[in-house]
């Protein structure tokens, strides 16, 4: 039988999976308009098809999402539908911002500090691929979000790792299930697949998963003593997926120890 845990993780890959193609997609339109001679013009005909792309993206996002949380309320017990939300629009001036200056902007300034032209746009298509990413992922993230405020049913949201979740994105992994009608926002970089999941009144876990459960444990290792060392110690936990909370809580200990000994030496 599936499980909430699963239905969450299943939304999640097909999500990214959506997404990847598009950005396939987005590459090659790329790569047929951007001109090195004549860059702002050719961008500017690259952000009106890739507007297209991204827009039906975020609408295909949205109504995954609401499938996805229909069938995770059935799941969690529930027969009564969700509540009737307004889809929101699917291109917003942010997003067209978004799209030139992490990208065609990054390369112009690049090549004005000598960097080669072909260099500064191959940087500049990754990282427009990135933006992409978080900006077709935040509308059915918000989709989610936004049914669990206006559900009597929810509690809030949680959120949901893309597997290999980065430092910043564990530590909000590390929050569990807190997120209520009142924390609407959803914290995603470029190039994030996290995704958000409804919690139910009715669920036993209260949201946690044991990942979440992992997640809060190693910040609160890292952090119980001094703060600041989250991004290494999460690396060195990443390394060592062996020891258990106990034995990295000594040697995030051991190490804090031995960086401000170095300091004073």
């Excluded at 996002?61 to 009564?80: N, V």
């Excluded at 910043?168 to 807190?178: Q, Y």
């Excluded at 997120?179 to 919690?199: I, L, M, S, W």
Aim: aromatic content about 8%; glycine content about 8%.
């Amino acid at each position: 039988m599936t499980t909430l845990e699963q239905l969450a993780a299943g939304h999640m890959r097909r999500q990214v999976a959506d997404v990847a193609r598009i950005q396939v997609v987005l590459a090659e339109l790329w790569d047929r308009t951007i001109d090195p001679a004549d860059i702002d013009g050719s961008f500017a005909r690259f952000q009106a098809g890739a507007s297209t792309l991204i827009k039906a993206g975020r609408r295909s996002g949205e109504l995954s999402a609401q499938e996805f949380y229909t069938a995770s309320k059935i799941l969690a017990g529930y027969d009564r539908p969700g509540p009737d939300v307004p889809f929101q629009p699917t291109e917003t001036k942010a997003n067209r911002a978004a799209l030139h200056a992490t990208s065609v902007a990054r390369a112009k300034r690049q090549i004005g500090q000598g960097v080669p032209a072909d260099v500064a746009l191959e940087a500049a298509k990754a990282a427009m691929l990135r933006s992409a990413k978080r900006r077709i992922l935040e509308a059915p993230r918000r989709r989610i979000i936004a049914l669990s405020a206006a559900d009597n049913d929810a509690r809030g949201w949680a959120r949901v790792s893309d597997g290999r979740p980065c430092h910043f994105c564990a530590m909000l992994l590390g929050r569990g299930p807190v997120y209520t009608a009142g924390t609407a926002h959803f914290e995603a970089h470029d190039g994030c697949g996290c995704q958000a999941k409804p919690v139910f009144n009715s669920d036993p876990t209260g949201g946690w998963e044991p990942g979440t459960r992992r997640m809060a444990d190693l910040y609160a290792a890292s952090t119980q003593q001094v703060t600041g060392f989250w991004r290494t110690d999460y690396a060195y936990a990443l390394a060592h997926p062996e020891l258990s909370i106990d034995e990295l809580r000594a040697a995030f200990d051991e190490r804090h120890a031995a960086y401000f000994a170095a300091r004073q030496s």
